[in-house]
């Protein structure tokens, strides 16, 4: 197989809105303009093409991520900083529990405040955001509305490979960068929620999975338009939802599941990032700032001897086809962002010009 | 000229998502693959892409609307429904002002009651909301946060010809389905907002337009996603956009450009509304329940004796091409959305089968 991109393709490591399956996305080209007699952006809401895209679409995150019976599949917007909100807003009585694991763990943390309490029960902040806690260093607190966690962390290329056991708490969980990347058991969950835009779709469009009795949960009086009750009550209807997106995410989806499912996924994400993480292992060149038993699968981050290496390592890639490859501004360095839909011969590419480049650095 | 579909496009009637421009949507699909080596929905919203897709938008919008310095123009999500919390939870200290026009100004104000007490200083629901108050009609309460009113009323088919004079109060309009349909003095409001999916784009995106101190106004501790200042200081780009929404729009206000801007559309519009009106009021077979001088250009909504020669009248035009006619389910009838990429050709269509209808049926 070759190693360079197909159809003039590049390989895009961006960290999200990312790459989506190359059939996916010339299937929704392909019939843009067969809604009968009309585009796919011009369909009603209301209309029989669209109940068809929104059904199928919601019976295969019910059947991808194997959601039981009991909890709602919803299509909401704003992404997970909406949800950081509405979140709290929605289900913290009084206190809750939040595990700060980065940037987006603070983020939610921070948007907390402002409905009561949220206690942060577990942080590696001090160590620089380089893990997730195993299951026994959290602990929920006794009455806490909710244990919150962010299961891949996108920034510091950090993934919980067990959850904690938050008891009779309900464990909720930001999942937007591994959402459906491997097999989790959702009964575990409260509620799951996250932005399609890495792996499974465009941006522009939220998948929330809460269990019916958090979704009736009101905690104090708020708009209809953020009450999960509104959306699960009008299964993702009460407004106009972002059609397109949830369109694009259908398709998305079907790929997925004829590659396999998450079962599939899991198996190719992980020989991904095997052959990244076996490179970093293998050089004193790069250096991984992330313990090894929170390595994410799905950001992979890593450091060069200088900035300015850096700089040449992310220029050279761009010319050998390889883009967005450059750190988040926060943390400097590299992450290469392998979702779901990013292809193995991308990291095989990203290797191969690690060690070129590690070989010719001045 | 014909009457039918071009491209076997249907005629497409409906409130919203609706019909786009043609060359906009066909200009979509081509270029869709064509973004630096991925589609436009793999492009990372901090890329220099999309960068110059969101600089053109806001542009295309402060051209075409007439947006004077001072203002903000800003991409959001949820749609006009999430104006309807985000105004008052931004903007109202203890009291505003609301005009009842209609189903979805009657939202905006039930929306409202969860963050004070909205006044409603004109309400047209005695007379089944057929109309929308003269600018005499309407006086602001003097130190009300501001005057919001539903610049167009889709579903019972009712727009304003003239504004309220708010004086110090500012005025707050939901454009949602009409904005860009004509010209507007922007300088006379305070804030405009409108769901992209009827005149300018499709579903996923709203349109912001907001006067500096009315972003800048905190009357309350909320979260930071829901802070009108969180989006204006970050430039829309606090969180993940929806880039492809915003992409189309880009596209379709491009369209708009093309044909002249808003002066050119206003004709358009009048000139499509003009031919169904003139048809309305040659019969007495049809009836517009709308007073009018508040008619709408864009839904045209009439009823016909009897639901079940109503049904038969939506099946047949159905058969013709023309799609989208039914009535919004809450008040029943016709509805003939005619927004400002609605083809002059299939106004047409629809008068000849008016007349066709009503000389034929029982």
Redesign the interface.
């Known amino acids: 197989m070759s190693n360079t ?1 197909s159809k ?3 390989f ?1 490591f ?7 399956p190359l059939e996916a ?2 299937e ?2 392909e019939g ?2 067969n809604f ?4 796919v ?5 209301r ?1 029989k093409e669209f109940k068809a895209v929104l059904d199928e679409t919601t019976a295969l995150v019910r059947e991808l991520m194997g959601v039981p019976e009991g909890y709602h599949v919803l299509f909401m ?6 949800q ?2 509405m979140v709290p ?1 929605n289900l913290m009585d009084k206190g809750a529990d939040y595990v700060s694991t980065g940037t987006w763990a603070k ?1 939610a943390i ?2 907390a405040k ?1 409905f009561g309490s949220p206690a942060t029960v577990y942080s590696s902040q001090e160590t620089k955001f380089n893990r997730c806690p195993r299951p026994d260093e959290v602990k929920a607190t006794p009455g806490a509305s909710y244990l919150h966690v962010t299961s891949n962390n996108t920034i510091e290329g950090t993934q919980y490979r067990a959850f904690p056991d938050a008891g009779s708490v309900p464990l909720v969980a930001d999942m937007s960068s591994d959402i459906l990347s491997c097999p989790v058991d959702v009964s575990r969950f409260g509620m799951i929620y996250a ?1 399609a ?1 890495k792996n499974v ?5 939220t998948i929330v999975v809460i269990r019916d009795d958090l979704a009736k949960k009101s905690c104090r ?6 009450r999960y009750s509104t959306h699960a009550e009008n299964a993702s209807l ?8 949830i369109y ?1 995410t259908m398709m998305t989806l079907r790929w997925l599941k004829k590659q396999g499912g998450v079962k599939a996924m899991a198996k190719r994400n992980g020989e991904k990032a095997k052959l990244i993480y076996d490179a970093l292992d293998a050089s004193s060149f790069y250096k991984s700032p992330v313990e090894r038993e929170s390595r994410s699968l799905m950001n992979i981050v890593f450091t060069l001897p200088s900035d300015e290496l850096t700089e040449k390592f992310v220029a050279g890639a761009k010319e050998r ?1 390889m ?2 490859l450059k750190g988040h501004r926060s943390v400097g360095g590299i992450r290469s962002s392998v979702y779901n839909a990013f292809p193995i011969e991308g990291a095989r590419a990203l290797v191969d010009y690690m060690k070129e480049f590690e070989r010719t650095a001045p």
């Open positions: 991109p003039e393709r590049v895009n961006n960290a999200g809105p990312a790459v989506l996305v010339e929704i080209r843009f303009m009968g007699g009309m585009s952006l011009e369909i009603s809401h209309g917007q704003g992404g997970a900083s909406q950081f909100a807003m983020k921070s948007e402002f932005g835009q779709g465009p941006a522009g469009v009086e708020i708009p209809a338009i953020f009460y407004n106009t939802p972002p059609v397109f997106p694009a086809g883009v967005g």
